[in-house]
């Protein structure tokens, strides 16, 4: 299958499961020895067909789509799986034409943050650009030395600066609103801990990473989408949702 197939196999089988409530469809395009690392869903075929019954409200729309390799990443808001809407990523892995696992991050939906942006808003167009490869590489690097290493002066380097859009409800527009916020956490004992990339989704100027650390010792999920333009950054969204203590390092993310 092609980039554009595996893409519309997974838009199909999330929309016709989770907002036309067909669980046929996960005869259609699910595996048999399917792989669920989501926290709110118990594993196999048999935990989403429960999901489905038990929040028979469920519906989602997708913002944006991804897709690079075997993975396909959907940004997006899910409402009727709790009091209020939930925002983020879902993860799908495909082989042989079915999908065989999937990851999510999802957030309660938030208020506008400072500079008026939601968690959602923004440009959609994924674009093609060739580039898939050089902002990878590129992303990397800025997460290893900023994100990882902790050196937050990286978003001055690696962004645009005073016109990086923020996404995030906490945080406004601007690399030194990045920099002040993450310093101020970090000084209350609070700060975001970084420890290893576990994907990368890169398509057009968008880059998805899926990554772990914690925060305050409690461990998280990173959902970070970056989208880049003339080699730099200029926006991100992201969703950063607690693990379970009950959930295992492999069973929340996987085998890398």
Same mark, same amino acid.
């Given at each position: 299958?092609?980039?554009?197939?595996?893409?519309?196999?997974?838009?199909?089988?999330?929309?016709?499961?989770?907002?036309?409530?067909?669980?046929?469809?996960?005869?259609?395009?699910?595996?048999?020895?399917?792989?669920?690392?989501?926290?709110?869903?118990?594993?196999?075929?048999?935990?989403?067909? *429960?999901?489905?019954?038990?929040?028979?409200?469920?519906?989602?729309?997708?913002?944006?789509?991804?897709?690079?390799?075997?993975?396909?990443?959907?940004?997006?808001?899910?409402?009727?799986?709790?009091?209020?809407?939930?925002?983020?990523?879902?993860?799908?892995?495909?082989?042989? =034409?079915?999908?065989?696992?999937?990851?999510?991050?999802?957030?309660?939906?938030?208020?506008?943050?400072?500079?008026?942006?939601? *968690?959602?808003? =923004?440009?959609?167009d994924i674009g093609v650009t060739g580039q898939e490869a050089q902002n990878r590489h590129f992303i990397t690097e800025f997460f290893t030395k900023t994100l990882i290493d902790g050196d937050y002066e990286g978003f001055k380097q690696y962004t645009n600066g005073a016109q990086f859009h923020l996404h995030s409800p906490d945080i406004g527009d601007g690399a030194q609103a990045v920099i002040d916020f993450l310093n101020k956490i970090r000084d209350q004992g609070e700060g975001l801990v970084y420890l290893k990339i576990h994907r990368i989704i890169a398509e057009g100027q968008f880059v998805l990473t899926h990554s772990e650390g914690s925060i305050a010792n409690s461990r998280h999920a990173y959902f970070e989408l970056w989208r880049i333009e003339n080699g730099q950054i200029v926006e991100l969204w992201d969703a950063i949702p607690a693990v379970p203590e009950d959930q295992n390092a492999v069973h929340a993310y996987g085998v890398f």
């Open positions: 299958m092609n980039k554009q197939q595996i893409k519309d196999l997974v838009v199909t089988a999330h929309h016709e499961l989770f907002t036309l409530h067909d669980v046929s469809a996960l005869e259609r395009y699910f595996s048999s020895d399917f792989i669920e690392h989501s926290p709110l869903v118990e594993d196999g075929l048999a935990g989403l067909k *429960q999901l489905v019954k038990d929040y028979p409200d469920i519906k989602h729309e997708a913002v944006r789509v991804l897709a690079d390799g075997d993975l396909v990443a959907i940004h997006g808001r899910f409402e009727g799986l709790d009091e209020q809407p939930l925002v983020g990523f879902d993860i799908y892995r495909v082989k042989e =034409g079915k999908i065989v696992e999937h990851w999510d991050g999802l957030v309660a939906e938030a208020s506008a943050n400072s500079s008026g942006r939601t *968690q959602l808003d =923004g440009p959609t």
